[in-house]
């Protein structure tokens, strides 16, 4: 009987153990990061490795320096790619998959050296992980600091989080503002929320989800401030680059899958739909699926919100929530698995406890399987970083499977919309 009483202990006390070893290797390797910054360009098996800080750094670049009339040229890419990575040189254009007007968010990081600007990088990403983390902590769970030091040390040792700070992802300072988001959003602090989403729209195939909240619950403000921001940036790339350079990013979207032609784009490590659907069709077939699926999902998130989304309730707010940034992540045309760090909002909103035995004992299956598969990604990256040596894709293959669990308990949350407790 006693031992039967001490199992939850145990599995509460050996997962508390692995966040708290875990965590401690992830903080030593952020500052090995800082101080040697020796991931950004290197020849590994005499192949060129590129972080994909070099791409933000290149487009900030662009940005000061452009004197071309097409910015998404490709020889000139390439030239400004291999001033930067010098005495190195790319045969390849480091793709830059963002439209014209993110590149004014990136010059700030091309006022410094390529390695003084990753240093500071990866320094402010790391301070904006902790106060978003408190934020979220304090928003969401702002009486339990167990919750808070646990949840805070679990989201920090996911994969997502650790190769964010390796490549110099901007994945960090993208979940601050999704949190500014929501947060001013639900505040009814409309404009604030506006201009958050505005900024937001680096990662447009994301924002455009977030985005049909504010239509269908009428939030005409939040739109006032979305205008602004972009309206905004749309005049700095007109006197910038000229109009035509929207059109040249459409242009480039479609060219940069070929691989033989840029770096830093390759399907095999997404975790949505389309990476999924990529295994058993071929490409042209596997494009059109899931265009019809990321428009279906819109579809339904934008219903879910005219229907549901005036229920004030806390609780199943955080289910709407959580169901949109869910879905906007698997959906995705582009999801690489890092993105996957946007899951932390939704994580705070769903789990009640960061305990896997008391996970286990919710009575309602999709909501435990739910709680449980948010709690268990800490596990699944130090399962992924001791096999990924040994097996071919292990990571991107995993995650995508927790993204389709994920996906699927968050839609059927919705359609039990009425029987979910509060």
């Given at each position: 009987m006693n031992?039967?009483?001490?199992l939850?202990?145990?599995?509460d006390?050996a997962?508390?153990c692995?966040i708290i070893?875990?965590?401690s290797t992830?903080?030593l ?10 991931v950004?360009?290197?020849m590994q098996?005499?192949?060129?490795r590129l ?10 670049k662009i ?12 020889n000139?890419?390439l030239?400004?790619l291999n001033?930067i ?6 045969a390849?254009?480091?793709?830059i998959p ?9 010059v700030p990081?091309?006022?410094f050296?390529l390695t003084t600007?990753?240093?500071l990088?990866i ?5 904006v ?6 934020i979220?902590?304090?928003?969401y769970?702002?009486h339990?600091k ?6 805070s040390?679990?989201a920090?040792?996911?994969l997502?989080s650790i190769?964010?700070?390796?490549l110099?992802?901007i994945?960090w ?6 949190v500014a988001?929501?947060?001013c959003f639900?505040k009814?602090q409309?404009?604030?929320?506006g ?5 937001f729209f680096?990662?447009?195939q994301?924002?455009i989800?977030?985005l049909?909240p504010a239509?269908?619950?009428?939030r ?8 602004t921001?972009l ?5 700095i790339?007109q006197?910038?680059f000229g ?5 040249d990013?459409l242009?480039?979207l479609?060219?940069?899958?070929n691989i033989d032609k ?8 997404h975790?949505?739909?389309k990476?999924f659907l990529?295994?058993?069709?071929p490409?042209?077939m596997?494009?059109?699926t899931s265009?019809l699926?990321?428009v279906?999902?819109l579809t339904?998130?934008?219903f879910?919100w005219?229907?549901l ?5 806390r609780h ?5 929530w959580?169901?949109t940034i869910?879905?906007s992540?698997f959906?995705?045309p582009h999801?690489?698995?890092h ?5 932390i909002?939704?994580?705070a909103?769903?789990?009640p406890e960061v305990?896997p035995s008391k ?8 909501f435990?399987?739910y709680?449980f598969t ?9 399962i ?17 499977l927790v ?5 699927f308990?968050?839609?059927k949350?919705?359609?039990n919309?009425?029987?979910i407790?509060?």
């Open positions: 031992k039967k009483h001490n939850p202990n145990v599995l006390f997962y508390a692995l070893c875990w965590v992830s903080v390797e952020v500052f090995k990061y800082i101080f040697e910054p020796s950004l360009a290197y098996a005499g192949e060129l972080a994909d800080y070099i791409c933000f750094y290149q487009a900030g940005f000061l320096d452009s004197v071309h009339n097409n910015i998404y040229d490709w000139y890419q030239s400004v001033q990575i010098a005495p190195l040189e790319s390849r254009v480091f793709a963002y439209a014209p007007t993110a590149f004014v968010f990136f990081l091309a006022l050296s600007s990753y240093q990088f320094g402010l990403s790391f301070l992980a902790l106060i978003t983390l408190y979220v902590c304090n928003t769970h702002p339990n167990i919750f808070s030091v646990m949840f040390m679990g920090f040792v996911c997502s190769i964010s700070f390796r110099g992802q994945t300072i993208l979940l601050f503002l999704m988001y929501v947060l639900q009814k409309d404009y604030l929320a201009i958050a989403l505005g900024l680096v990662k447009q994301y924002a989800f977030l049909l239509i269908f619950c009428r005409i403000h939040v739109l006032y401030g979305l205008a921001v309206a905004v940036l749309a005049v790339v006197y910038k109009i035509h350079s929207f059109v990013y242009k480039y479609l060219e940069i899958s840029y770096n830093g784009v390759n399907p095999a490590l975790v949505n739909l990476a990529s295994m058993f069709l490409k042209p596997t494009l059109i265009f699926f990321f279906i999902a339904g998130i934008a879910m005219l229907k989304g005036k229920d004030e309730n199943k707010q955080s289910l709407l959580s169901c869910i879905t992540l959906f995705s999801a690489h698995y993105d996957m760090l946007l899951l909002l939704p994580a909103m769903i789990i305990s996970l286990l004992k919710i009575s309602n299956k999709t435990r399987l709680a948010f709690c268990m990604i800490p596990l699944l990256c130090f992924d970083c001791l096999l990924v040596a040994y097996v071919k894709n292990v990571v991107p293959y995993t995650h995508m993204m389709m669990i994920l996906t308990c968050a839609i949350s919705i359609l919309f009425k029987h407790p509060s």
